[in-house]
């Protein structure tokens, strides 16, 4: 499936010796996850990340506000992304701990949480809350840290073992410098394109991330990877990401400089530039500040769709309702009083009543109500079918059959 094994670099590292102090059940042989047989009925959850077997390691770079050291990245999360690049999210609601730093202290993981402080920012919350969100969000749904896989449990030692692999894991991809081997550097003034960035970035693991860009500013990178056993073993298996895709322009990228030294906020801001403080809604019913949008930011997210009711499919790239297959990442860019919305495809407007995406398309502004998708202030849209199968719908804004609205989750 992928090339490069991380686990050796991982186990030559100080901190990473904890493959040896994680206590989890036994498993009689190693799986990697997203492979067939980490499918089977006859391999336990515990034994093999199933069905979030594809992990992608998020990175950012801030530069307003400053997070983090000014020659590194900082770490954005560790996600458990299904193989064919859906994902679930907030999968036990239990486990949403709101003291990750007293978790760690009583772990044993003080010098883990002085790097985290350093390394794991949030350019808009304390540490603290961004933590307890990429834990509750995205660590309760590694199946293998689950409670029942330790032999010898303890409250929030799954958590301290989750944080522990993260910054590990970090520790051996170098954006930073990788990029500036390739003569990428920060600069006010020069730009690069994104075969540059994207070749250079291809070295930290053999496989190519993919790359997210801010009103063409570079700001965050992800990196793709399966897991050999449990993700308490760290042994991390490069691979191409499934269902995200980069959406920065093929040329005049800014890498800008972090001027000014990075500090950590201590108190909860409304100014987010990042997707998962926008409007994080999931099909569990889990909403995360639902509506929270600052026209001075630019954001990625999906659009779900919620007919009757109930979620029911996505927009994708071409702007159309479509209930099987994989939604598309839309960029809203602040626009006067609202915002713009771009795909893959290109800028997306209402053309001859429809929503639509694509070159030559005008770009119509936008806003949002209530954690939904608004136009001339209205939420509701439309559709002349309901999408079931490869059946795809078109959106319009007047009247039609059916009546859908698209809330956004953050990418």
């Not at 991982?10 to 067939?36: G, K």
């Not at 992800?222 to 995200?244: R, W």
């Amino acid at each position: 499936m992928a090339s490069l094994v991380l686990s050796v670099a991982l186990a030559a590292m100080p901190v990473a010796n904890a493959v040896s102090v994680f206590s989890r059940a036994t498993c009689s042989s190693t799986v990697e996850s997203c492979s067939s047989s980490a499918s089977s009925s006859s391999v336990s959850s515990c034994c093999v990340n199933k069905p979030g077997g594809q992990f992608l390691q998020t990175q950012f770079w801030d530069t307003d506000p400053v997070t983090g050291p000014s020659n590194s990245w900082t770490i954005h999360g560790l996600w458990p992304d299904n193989c064919d690049g859906t994902y679930d999210e907030n999968c036990d609601s239990s486990r949403d701990y709101t003291d990750i730093t007293t978790i760690l202290q009583n772990n044993g993981k003080s010098s883990l949480l002085s790097y985290m402080n350093d390394y794991w920012q949030s350019n808009d919350e304390s540490p603290e809350e961004f933590w307890e969100h990429e834990w509750s969000t995205h660590g309760t749904c590694v199946s293998t840290l689950d409670p029942s896989c330790y032999s010898s449990y303890t409250k929030g030692q799954e958590a301290a073992d989750f944080f522990q692999i993260v910054v590990d894991l970090f520790k051996t991809l170098d954006t930073y410098g990788a990029l500036s081997d390739a003569g990428i550097t920060p600069s006010s003034s020069k730009t690069y394109t994104s075969s540059a960035i994207q070749a250079a970035l291809k070295k930290v693991t053999g496989q190519a991330a993919v790359i997210s860009c801010s009103n063409n500013e570079l700001s965050q990178v992800y990196y793709g990877f399966f897991v050999n056993g449990p993700l308490q073993n760290a042994d991390f298996v490069a691979s191409t990401i499934v269902g995200q895709g980069s959406n920065c322009p093929s040329s005049g990228i800014k890498y800008l400089p972090k001027s000014g030294s990075g500090t950590s906020p201590t108190s909860t801001t409304k100014t987010s530039t990042r997707t998962d403080y926008f409007a994080h809604k999931h099909s569990n019913g889990h909403i995360f500040r639902k509506g929270i949008l600052t026209y001075s930011s630019l954001c990625y997210s999906y659009l779900n769709a919620y007919y009757n009711g109930n979620e029911d499919g996505c927009l994708i790239s071409a702007g159309t309702w479509y209930t099987t297959g994989t939604c598309a990442t839309y960029t809203a860019s602040a626009s006067g009083s609202g915002f713009t919305l771009s795909s893959s495809k290109g800028t997306c407007g209402i053309s001859g009543g429809a929503f639509t995406c694509g070159s030559g398309v005008s770009a119509t502004v936008f806003t949002a109500k209530s954690g939904n998708l608004a136009y001339n202030g209205a939420t509701s849209f439309y559709a002349s079918v309901v999408p079931t199968g490869s059946t795809q719908a078109t959106v319009y804004t007047s009247s039609k059959s059916y009546s859908v609205t698209f809330g956004w989750e953050s990418a």
